[in-house]
């Protein structure tokens, strides 16, 4: 069982920024990829950017050039670097674990981290 806890959401003005980050804890063999994902109010659930075991990132188009996602192994934590926000971005922000655990190939979700972008 993995365990998947996000932190650092809250309220900013449009133009600014926020970190948010994400800890995975429990036992696994080996990570595979991790990524954040967005609810909004009223939309469907969207990938907004993923990090692979070799480094590999991939973002949505409306986050690109605004967003980072980047790894600590030394912490073990998961970041968002979300830079020039909009309020477009307003959303519930999700972590997700994926990798191989003795009980086979798994997803694990976090809780999530609130944003709120005000214009």
């Known amino acids: 069982q993995v365990q998947v806890v996000e932190s650092g959401g809250g309220l900013v003005q449009a133009g600014g920024s926020l970190r948010l980050s994400c800890v995975p804890s429990?036992?696994?063999?080996?990570?595979?990829?991790m990524e954040w994902h967005r609810q909004a109010p009223g939309k469907q659930r969207e990938l907004v950017a993923s990090i692979n075991i070799g480094g590999s990132t991939n973002y949505t188009d409306s986050v690109k050039g605004r967003f980072t996602i980047s790894g600590d192994n030394v912490k073990n934590t998961l970041y968002l670097q979300m830079n020039n926000l909009k309020p477009d971005d307003t959303g519930v922000y999700l972590c997700?674990?994926?990798?191989?655990?003795?009980?086979?190939?798994?997803?694990?979700w976090g809780q999530g981290t609130e944003v709120t972008v005000s214009s």
């Open positions: 429990g036992r696994w063999i080996t990570g595979a990829a």
């Open positions: 997700a674990w994926t990798g191989w655990t003795t009980e086979g190939f798994k997803h694990y």
